[in-house]
């Protein structure tokens, strides 16, 4: 009787189905641990918008204290931060993440200087900095202000001509200001004109496209300033002689920056990359892919910036300094000596052929241990305004050269990109197009299609 039900075919069955769902069981069960134990996700947004950025993780993994990221809000809403909590602590071990309800504990929010609800802070050894949002940039701005401090200024100088920090039109700076407080760094104008010194606060100095002459006592305190160990971020356009728009040559400034190896072409780079027209523009533009291995462009690798009305320069070692290329631009790229007319003869035998250098970096020696002085020239000013600074790469070379100069290499990276905004737009004749196929055309597709089925089948 045994042996019979044994056989049985339902018996079988049963024990194939009993089978199969201890092995599904126990796939379940090892697939939860795993999951559990090695916690991984994949960002399919095209600007991995759901990713912490290279940037993020360096600044991570060369903690040497232990962090502490402490998230207040009501407990029923801790919810709304742990997602992006938790990619902190995946980074590192030494990364931990505590939640708090202010109102179950209000002294721990009061000790924090905790305001308002939905507000971080971070504590990296025994120093507790507040994340100014709860997003990647406030939070690492945090761990940023924790490690560096609060002391690194970068100073732009103003009273000739450059393109100031406080305005917001497309020829001001205020985009890099914006750019350089989510790294943390505190920004100011200096003029040297009333003052020829550059003030001891200043972590560095920016010169910005200055249109008028530089006098040679400011020269001479940008000279002193480096060569005693300061860092300086020099962008020089093209000395153009056309009518009102004319930019003066600067040759005090240009003599300074040749002492020191970096010669400034009096040209105008023109670029007919066709990859230009797909961005809309013109041959003004120079598009850049050509980067060499200093550290502030080593990471940049397939990341195009533009450079509208740049100049190009050459470069050498001296006898105090070492410089390296940053970039080139395009083999379809040439410079025309032309300054003086905007007619431009692309067949003239006495232009350049590209590639041609756009920027440098150097050192210079000050003979003082451990303190050198850095500068970074790009020939070319309008590429960091708020007209092209958001323009693909341009804000973090910007900002990797910033880095760099106030000697914050594990800050160099690609930052992460903001959301894209991918709206359709279309005119009222395409929304009437769109209205009439999806509320009409399309609905009676299916019901002849219905009842051509039917009437087949009848």
């Not at 759901?50 to 029923?76: H, M, Q, R, W």
């Not at 910005?208 to 000279?223: F, H, M, N, S, W």
């Not at 020089?236 to 009518?243: E, Y």
Request: net charge neutral; with cysteine; glycine share 8%.
């Amino acid at each position: 009787m045994a042996s019979q039900w044994l056989k049985a075919r339902q018996t079988k069955y049963a024990a194939y189905a009993t089978t199969y769902i201890l092995v599904v069981l126990a796939v379940v069960v090892v697939a939860n641990y795993l999951a559990n134990r090695y916690s991984k996700s994949y960002d399919a947004t095209a600007n991995k918008r759901y990713s912490l950025s290279p940037e993020t993780k360096k600044i991570v993994d060369g903690l040497k204290e232990p962090a502490t990221i402490t998230y207040f809000n009501a407990s029923t809403r801790f919810g709304e931060a742990r997602g992006l909590l938790d990619e902190y602590s995946a980074l590192s071990a030494k990364v931990h993440v505590k939640y708090v309800d202010p109102v179950k504990e209000p002294m721990l929010a009061r000790q924090a200087g905790i305001r308002s609800e939905g507000t971080a802070t971070v504590q990296v050894g025994d120093h507790t900095e507040i994340a100014s949002d709860m997003t990647e940039e406030g939070i690492t701005g945090a761990f940023i202000r924790d490690i560096k401090g609060n002391t690194r200024t970068v100073c732009f100088l103003t009273g000739s001509g450059e393109h100031p920090i406080d305005d917001s039109g497309r020829d001001g700076a205020s985009g890099l200001k914006d750019l350089l407080g989510r790294d943390s760094y505190q920004t100011q104008a200096i003029d040297l004109v009333q003052k020829a010194t550059v003030p001891a606060e200043c972590t560095a100095i920016v010169i910005a496209g200055p249109t008028r002459d530089y006098e040679q006592p400011a020269v001479d305190a940008i000279k002193a300033y480096v060569e005693n160990g300061g860092r300086a971020f020099f962008m020089l356009d093209p000395p153009f002689s056309m009518g009102p728009s004319s930019i003066a040559e600067n040759a005090a400034l240009s003599s300074l920056l040749q002492s020191w190896g970096v010669t400034l072409d009096k040209d105008l780079v023109l670029d007919l990359n066709p990859v230009g027209q797909i961005y809309g523009f013109g041959g003004q533009v120079a598009l850049v892919n050509n980067y060499g291995t200093q550290p502030i462009v080593a990471d940049m690798k397939r990341t195009y910036t533009g450079f509208p009305l740049s100049r190009s320069l050459t470069f050498s070692n001296g006898s105090k300094t070492t410089v390296e290329k940053l970039f080139d631009s395009s083999d379809t790229s040439f410079a025309t000596m032309n300054l003086n007319s905007p007619k431009i003869n692309t067949s003239d035998p006495s232009n350049k052929r590209g590639p041609l250098t756009l920027g440098a970096a150097g050192s210079y020696a000050s003979g003082k241990p451990n303190l050198q002085g850095r500068f970074v020239v790009v020939g070319d000013s309008t590429w960091a305004s708020n007209s092209f600074i958001k323009f693909n790469g341009n804000g973090d070379l910007a900002t990797n050269a910033i880095n760099w100069l106030c000697s914050d290499e594990d800050l160099i990276s690609i930052r992460p990109k903001a959301p894209e905004d991918r709206r359709i737009t279309m005119t009222t004749g395409q929304l009437a197009m769109v209205r009439l196929v999806s509320q009409f055309v399309l609905p009676l597709i299916v019901i002849a299609g219905g009842i051509f089925v039917w009437w087949k089948r009848r």
